[in-house]
């Protein structure tokens, strides 16, 4: 059984940044398919970003370039760097972990992701302002 729990979330203004952060524990992370989701009223929960085992990270779209999912192994703990935050980022953001593969992990045009993952976080709310 794997937990994971969030933190870091709040308010913030348009071009400012936060950085989430998700304790994970029962397993060592580093195992595991990683990654962050969130999801807005009315719309299906949609990654953000993802980690395989070996490290290699995926990333959606609209999030490139600004934002960077990390894995600390000694901490088991996974973060998320969001930087020139806009307000279409505003969202309830969740980690998630789960055995997948390192194929099954990149998310690339993959619909219904999230039901990939067995193991969620409360959530944390990030509201960005402009």
């Known amino acids: ?3 994971v729990v969030e933190s870091g979330g709040g308010p913030v203004q348009a071009g400012g940044s936060l950085r ?6 029962g397993y060592n992370i580093n195992n595991l398919c990683v990654g962050w989701f969130r999801q807005t009223p009315g719309k299906e929960r949609e990654a953000v970003a993802t980690m395989d085992g ?3 990270t995926h990333y959606d779209d609209s ?3 600004r934002f960077t999912i990390s894995r600390d192994d000694a ?3 996974l973060s998320l760097q969001m930087n020139s935050l806009n307000t279409e980022d505003t969202a309830m953001y969740y980690c998630a972990a789960d055995w997948l593969t390192p194929l099954s992990c990149d998310f690339s045009g993959s619909a ?4 990939k993952f067995s193991y969620w976080g409360q959530g944390t709310r990030v509201t960005v302002s402009s």
């Open 63 to 65: 999030v490139k370039g």
């Open 75 to 77: 901490k088991n703990s």
């Open 54 to 56: 070996r490290g290699s």
């Open 20 to 25: 989430l952060s998700c304790a994970a524990f």
């Open 112 to 115: 219904s992701f999230s039901t």
């Open 1 to 3: 059984q794997v937990q």
